[in-house]
């Protein structure tokens, strides 16, 4: 739905056909779909720098190993998060031997929780967070209107789902590891 969205934007809205908009309301749907266009299914998902729960860097595009790997932006206050988290870490214990790697970043600013959630609740996945909201971050490149928000990313880092139940990032991880059996 978002390519559909984001093409209607660019051929409709950019180019003035749609004229019964007014302006404020033309700024936001072309904004909604700039923020889209990043992430469309098909597309390699943008690359973004994040520090590691001991503050060291990684990038994303270094677990861009050939595996199947999920990007879960998540909150550990947020209610619908404590619920998929550990629906998450079950998904993680039975597919992580099969190369599955889960790296789930924080859109929280303050830490304390998130530390503690992680800890309390063994999540020994790639743990991240960037809270150095005066630079380029995640928030630049990933539309996150609300958490928990999954994705699953292939071995060069294309974007093959987003938005997804945790149910239904199982049934693709299966169909993609049955595929390069």
């Known amino acids: 739905m978002d390519k559909a969205f984001v093409y209607m934007v660019d051929k409709f809205y950019r180019t003035g056909i749609a004229s019964w908009e007014s302006d404020e309301n033309l700024q ?4 909604k779909a700039d923020e889209l266009s990043w992430n469309l299914l098909g597309s390699v998902a943008p690359d973004f720098e994040f520090l590691l729960e001991d503050d060291s860097k990684k990038k994303l595009s270094e677990f861009h190993r050939g595996k199947l790997h999920v990007l879960y932006f998540w909150d550990a206050t ?4 404590q619920k998929t988290t550990p629906v ?9 031997s099969q190369g599955v790697e889960v790296i789930a970043v924080t859109t929280e600013a303050d830490l304390d929780e998130w530390r503690t959630y992680i800890k309390s609740n063994g999540l020994n996945w790639v743990n991240c967070y960037d809270n150095r909201f005066s630079q380029i971050t995640f928030r630049h490149y990933y539309y996150i209107p609300t958490t928990p928000l999954v994705m699953l990313l292939d071995g060069d880092g294309t974007i093959l789902a987003k938005n997804i139940s945790i149910e239904d990032l199982e049934r693709i991880v299966v169909e993609q590891l049955n595929t390069k059996s």
């Open 88 to 96: 998450l870490k079950s998904f993680y214990d039975k597919f992580k």
């Open 28 to 31: 936001k749907i072309v904004r």
């Open 78 to 81: 947020c209610s619908h998060c």
